[in-house]
Every structure is written in C-alpha cells, then in structure tokens.
C-alpha cells in the first residue's frame, strides 16, 4: 500500500532554517501537503502543492518536490519559536483520501 | 467561520465499556472524515462521507466501530466494546467537497483512553 516517511525529529536554534524531508510511496498523487500540529490541537494545513510543479514559496515557507524520486521538502526561513510543533506530510492516494506520515517534530531553541 | 467542533475533548473508559464521539463540521462542507492517531502515529482515516453516505470505510474496524451522518450534517462515531489498542485520539474533518476543495480543516479531537 502507500506509505509516506519522515524523520522524526528536527532541533534548530530561532532564526536558522529549518528543512523538514518527506519520501512517498504512491506515484498517482495529485496533491502532496504540510500539515502542522501543536500540542492538544487538530492539524493545520500550512500548503499543498500540485504534482506537475517543483517549488511552491509561500511567505516564510518554500515547498520543493522531487517527483523523480518521491521526496518532498518544507522549508521554514527565519525559525520562530512559534514554530515549534510536529509536522506532518499527506499525500492524496484517492479522491480525497490523505495518507499522512508519522510527523516531524520541530523543536526551535531560543 | 466557525471550526470543526468535536466532544468531548477527553473520555476515559475501561475495555469492553462503549463510548461515542460527536462532531459537528464546518457549515456547509459536504464532506466529513473521521481519522485515528495513535500516539506517535499520523493520522489514519476510519471512514469518509460525503453528505450521508459513506464514500470510504475501508479502514474501519467494523466489528466493534461505527458511524453515522445523519441528514448530511453532523456525525457520531462509536466504538463498542473497546479495546487497550483503542487508546488514540480521535479527529475529525470537513471539507467542501467535489474536485475544487483539498484542504480538510480538522477539528481539535477527542483524546480516549481505555483502562
């Protein structure tokens, strides 16, 4: 079946950047997503991005997609400590269905 | 705009007992989906409807989990009996629906534990 993985936990220090890596499994998805989740919340879609494009900027986040090789990155510029939080890579394996990663957990020192 | 709301936040039960699940989706959005995360896990969808029916249930354990949505709006999900490995929280999302809606906006859970 699909599977998609990440690695589980990033440290940076605030103002770094942070690279969040993602591999997928299922060459048919349409739309790949970064979801953000804080402790004792639901997850919040940060961006998605469309198969037939290879980089997305969308203010402090740039997504990069490699569909050759399945990989897709977040990258967050200028690291708050806002930030810190796990992150979840999603890809579209259906209609709508999402098939999610096991999360990356960003932990952002001051 | 109101989010999606979920109840209770938190439910703790022992096995064997039954517990149900309640969440009201965005006004609206056609679609609703309930998801399973285990701890450590991403999210694991259980089942998917779109209005009334069920799009998607493949993942559902149907020996002891159900659900329903009853006039194409709210739902509930139910577990009955439950088991240790049921422990999870429990989320639930809504979206438009149809080709145009990717984002799923989630509601906030609702952490069970089985004693």
């Known amino acids: 079946g699909e599977d998609v993985e990440q690695s589980l936990f990033l440290s940076v220090r605030e103002g770094d950047s942070s690279v969040i890596n993602c591999t997928y499994t299922d060459s048919s998805s349409t739309y790949l997503y970064w979801y953000k989740q804080e402790p004792g919340a639901g997850l919040q879609l940060l961006t998605y991005i469309f198969s037939n494009m290879d980089m997305k900027q969308d203010q402090r986040l740039t997504v990069l997609l490699n569909k050759k090789d399945k990989h897709l990155s977040l990258r967050i510029a200028d690291t708050q400590t806002g930030d810190s939080a796990i992150y979840f890579c999603a890809d579209n394996s259906g209609y709508s269905t999402l098939t999610f990663g096991k999360g990356t957990m960003l932990l952002v020192s001051p | 705009e109101a989010g999606v709301a979920q109840s209770p936040r938190y439910k703790i039960i022992e096995k064997r007992q039954s517990v149900a699940f309640w969440c009201n989706p965005i006004?609206?959005?056609?679609?609703l989906y309930w998801y399973q995360q285990i701890l450590g896990q991403g999210p694991k969808l259980l089942i998917q409807?779109?209005?009334?029916?069920?799009?998607?249930d493949s993942q559902l354990p149907k020996d002891r989990f159900s659900a329903e949505r009853l006039k194409g709006v709210d739902s509930t999900l139910k577990i009955q009996p439950a088991k240790l490995e049921d422990s999870a929280v429990y989320l639930c999302?809504?979206?438009?629906?149809?080709?145009?809606?990717?984002?799923?906006?989630f509601g906030p859970g609702t952490r069970l534990t089985v004693l």
């Open positions: 409807f779109q209005n009334n029916g069920v799009v998607d």
């Open positions: 999302a809504s979206s438009l629906g149809g080709t145009g809606s990717r984002e799923q906006f």
């Open positions: 006004s609206g959005h056609a679609t």
